[in-house]
């Protein structure tokens, strides 16, 4: 991850494994991530302080679950309702044709510059790398996406992507880039990306942006942001063109201020964001500013497979908050690359394997405890512990075959250790039998349990099991 | 949160469900539960074909092989008496896992009905039996760690250290991040060792920083994993069940 190394580092979703052992390895990393999550974590409890968490939830909920249960109707009535103000309507069966959207937009300008405000679906779908490929720059505007994209990185965090970089990192970052100088005053850096930014807003044929929520009853686009880069964005270029999945859909306008209140607690401990936009239309003939043409771009990219499925259909709640990666144990000590995919932790573990198969995301499923404090936190009130569990089953093949590459992990070994203790757990007298035996052979549990016992001493079976102390005990009872 | 549990008064009888790790590995633990619960007036039937709740094969996605070791469960508890278990996660499977697991099934009500009869050990001692104290021990600090699925499944964060409170002289040592796992997560530790090594390895630090020489905890898979790691660095605290320690405390 040196910034001095010209080689650029990718992560692949395969290779989760080596890349958590590099990151654990890695003390920059971990220090990094505990500070921010720690730091989050706090700042998310504060913010919520006396208020009924739990009702809030229950209503995030409830809001998102109406308008997932109305999904193709709203959509129809979002499309109707943009269209109606000037916004202009496209829809994308995947990333790819979404980025073909965006690309012929740009060209039927003319244009060569883009500049981007956050966007996940951007991100997953790989737009910037899309349209660089078709002579367009593409310039992340987020001060973090402009980090991430200078140091030839993807984002570590959905709502902080450079967050896996610490002060000094970033000093180093912007002086072998942009020619800054090298040091920790943090007003200073941003200071320098603002000014060299604030040229290519001014220079940007097409700004393109994300959407955080896209009210169907009023065909307005709602963006959450801090840094006024989203304002810059969609008001400055003369097109605008937005982003989203086709779950972003809330139905009215009085959804929007109940999932603010979560969203903006949830991710940064904020009561309120700096930014709060609200996009409906273009530039109209007397106003002196905004954007000539208005786009929306809904990308479905797997959402209406995952859709299909009642158990899975929970997933297409999330307000993309990162509150489930801020509370996660392992995300917090292997950080957001190691997964190798657009979404990292708890979220990405129960969305990618929808967009990528299981083939390669196999092993996000299972890299959870299952401690629960992604479900706890999750504003919206999102399963994530029994999808993940869910997932699993599609792994293994007992699942309902509705995930790509369901069964991929099911192997004979498996199935007839499993098969095994199911034996052996519904043969009362072979298991008394059998562990039993075990504590007085020591047999069952040998000193070396490989991954175990690198970390651990093993544990040892007791001499008698309960069942024989409990015969004992009975004994003494009735003697007595 | 769970809407707010009204709990049953004090019954005559209950059901003691051991889990397979107390079973295998901690047995006296089972015990220490069981002469707690006498204690109480109360009278502590075990089944004896009682195996294992099935939760290692649920979580690890062979649904089938669950539901088969689950169902061989179901039929152990006849009587509407309540049944207690000494550990948060297989409590969490029964009380939480088994009514999905059963959902369509001809076992479905049968499921719900042993669902709703669960309780985890510190809880009935707690909200059930009201449990009264009497610490005979020297005085001596202790740090608690209560497993997630207690915590979050369960929604018994308070019950184990409320248990702890009534021992005059026994000082409970807060430690930092209390509420993190400890990186057990059943089949995680062995799918994922290293991370979950690192896990166990933050908690035994937090722990050992409180001073405490010694940590309780109501779960067996997080007492083989902190106690594991404490061994394997040749530390100088120790882990026990909340059960033995009351137990060993009070006598």
Redesign the interface.
Known sequence: MSIHDDAVQTFTPRDF?RQ??DA?GNPQIRANFRKAMDGLMTKRRDSFGDWDL?TLRELGANIRMRALAKLPELLEQLEANCEANGIHVHWAEDGEEACRIIRELCEARGAKAVIKGKSMVSEEMHLNEHLEAAGIEALESDLGEYLVQLNQQTPSHIIMPAIHLNTDEISDIMHHKTGTERTRDVDYMTAAARSQLRERFMAADVGISGVNFAVAETGTLCLVENEGNGRMTTTVPPMHIAVTGIEKVVEHLRDVPPLYALLSRSATGQHVTTYFNMISGPRKEQEHDGPEAVHLVLVDNGRSRIYQDDELLDTLRCIRCGACMNHC??YT??GGHTYGTTYPGPIGSILMPHMLGLEDTKDLP????????C??VCPVKIPIP?LL?RL?????G??RGNVPGAGV?RNKKE?AA??S??W???H?GA??RG?AM??KLNM?MPSNL?????????????K???????KR?RKQRSDA | ?APVKLYPPKPDKVYFY?T?L???????A??DA?RLLEREGIEVI?P?????C?Q??????????AR??A??QLGLFEQDWPIIVPSGSCGGMMHTHYP?LFAGTEDEALAKAVAGRVFELTEFLVHVCRLKLEDRGEPEKVAMHTS??A???MGLAETGPMLLSKLGQVELMEQERA???C???????????????????DKTQAIEATGAKRFVTSDCGCL??IG??F??QQKAVTGEHIASYLWRRST
């Open positions: 494994h958590a052992h654990l739990e144990p392992v000590r292997v299972s890299a959870s405890s299952l401690c629960g404090a479900g706890e029994d569990v699993r089953r599609e792994a293994v007992e699942g992990k199935v499993w098969k203790f199911q052996l757990a519904t009362p298991w008394r562990t075990a504590g069952l490989g991954p175990w016992t690198d970390h651990r001493t093993a544990p040892k079976p007791a008698t099991t309960l069942h024989a102390l409990i005990h | 949160m051991g397979c107390v079973d295998i590995f901690f047995p006296q089972g015990m069981i075990f004896d074909d009682q195996t294992c099935g290692p094969a649920y979580t690890s996605g062979y649904q089938t092989e088969e070791v169902r061989s999905q997630c699925s915590r979050r499944e509420a993190e796992c990186g057990f997560g059943g089949t995680f530790a062995v799918r994922h060792p290293e991370i979950s090594a690192a896990m166990v390895e083989m994993n594991g790691r061994e394997h």
